[in-house]
């Protein structure tokens, strides 16, 4: 049985979910339907790709992948079919996709081109239904679109280093459902450029020395539970993802807050990395 997944920034108020999910099994009865994600910021982009890139992978091979974000057809923004690493993936041309074509390069593309058959201002609805739909009977994508070679980039989407090598200037591509800030700093982009330097992450006006393996490091268990200080501790992380994570310690946003708004941090906002070379830690 076919899978095909769902994410979007409809919400969940609107109407626009439920009409995807009865055109699918208008089509295919013999279907199943996951939502990855409802919740995406509006024409959020770089959210978007972060939460794609990770949850692709946890489904079986062949899973069709719908994404509704910015999706509006244009001349700027075509809509295109992916197969890439034997997962199928339709959405707008804007960039969505080039998070996980960065680690892996796709095994075709094509631009989809069926729009003169399809009269609609829902293309989600209308477009990639029946796109996805035809892909989950066996159908293939030269059918449904003409074969290109490149996709949109997402800008900044790889952190810069400086001429001296010392510096690392990332920047947030999300934030999650605990506060926490997420950069595009992977785990091993920053190793290659630490080469075993000591370093300091600094967001906004928050510096950190230490970047821990798990949230719970940040804990002194010899201290009995009653004297740990903990709440509200911030701290740096390479997340189950790989990438650089500000948090802070069992936040909660609707009570005492998360790092995105106790230290002002929001998407596209700057992190910076400073590696120290062993001469300045002797001095």
């Known amino acids: 049985m076919a899978i095909i997944t769902l994410t979007t920034d409809f919400g969940e108020k609107d109407h626009f979910v439920g009409a995807i999910k009865g055109a699918i099994y208008s089509e295919l009865e013999d279907i199943r339907i996951v939502d990855i994600s409802h919740s995406v910021s509006p024409f959020n982009i770089s959210e978007a790709a972060y939460i794609i890139q990770n949850a692709y992978s946890s489904f079986p091979k062949g899973t069709i992948h719908l994404i509704g974000i910015d999706s509006e057809l244009s001349p700027e923004n075509k809509h295109i079919?992916?197969?890439?690493?034997?997962?199928?993936?339709?959405?707008?041309?804007n960039g969505i996709m080039s998070m996980i074509c960065t680690e892996i390069a796709p095994e075709k593309i094509v631009e989809i081109n069926i729009h003169d058959r399809v009269e609609t201002?829902?293309?989600?609805?209308?477009?990639?239904?029946?796109?996805?739909?035809?892909?989950?009977?066996?159908?293939?994508?030269?059918?449904?679109?003409?074969?290109?070679?490149?996709?949109?980039?997402?800008?900044?989407?790889?952190?810069?280093?400086?001429?001296?090598?010392?510096?690392?200037i990332g920047s947030v591509i999300y934030i999650d459902n605990y506060g926490n800030v997420v950069t595009n700093i992977k785990r091993k982009f920053f190793e290659n450029?630490?080469?075993?330097?000591?370093?300091?992450?600094?967001?906004?006006?928050?510096?950190?020395?230490?970047?821990?393996?798990?949230?719970?490091?940040?804990?002194?268990?010899?201290?009995?539970?009653?004297?740990?200080?903990?709440?509200?501790?911030?701290?740096?992380?390479?997340?189950?993802?790989?990438?650089?994570?500000?948090?802070?310690?069992?936040?909660?946003?609707?009570?005492?807050?998360?790092?995105?708004?106790?230290?002002?941090?929001?998407?596209?906002?700057?992190?910076?990395?400073?590696?120290?070379?062993?001469?300045?830690?002797?001095?």
């Open 81 to 93: 079919a992916v197969k890439l690493d034997d997962h199928y993936f339709i959405c707008a041309n």
């Open 121 to 168: 201002n829902f293309p989600v609805l209308d477009i990639f239904v029946k796109v996805a739909c035809h892909i989950a009977r066996g159908g293939t994508l030269d059918v449904i679109g003409k074969v290109i070679n490149t996709i949109k980039p997402i800008k900044n989407l790889v952190p810069f280093v400086n001429d001296e090598q010392n510096q690392i």
């Open 193 to 283: 450029i630490q080469k075993g330097r000591a370093y300091e992450v600094f967001a906004r006006n928050h510096k950190f020395k230490k970047i821990h393996n798990k949230f719970s490091d940040i804990i002194n268990f010899e201290i009995e539970e009653s004297k740990r200080d903990i709440e509200g501790k911030g701290l740096v992380v390479f997340n189950s993802s790989g990438y650089l994570e500000i948090a802070v310690y069992k936040s909660n946003c609707t009570t005492v807050g998360g790092a995105s708004t106790l230290m002002g941090l929001q998407t596209m906002d700057t992190v910076t990395v400073n590696f120290i070379s062993s001469s300045i830690l002797s001095q």
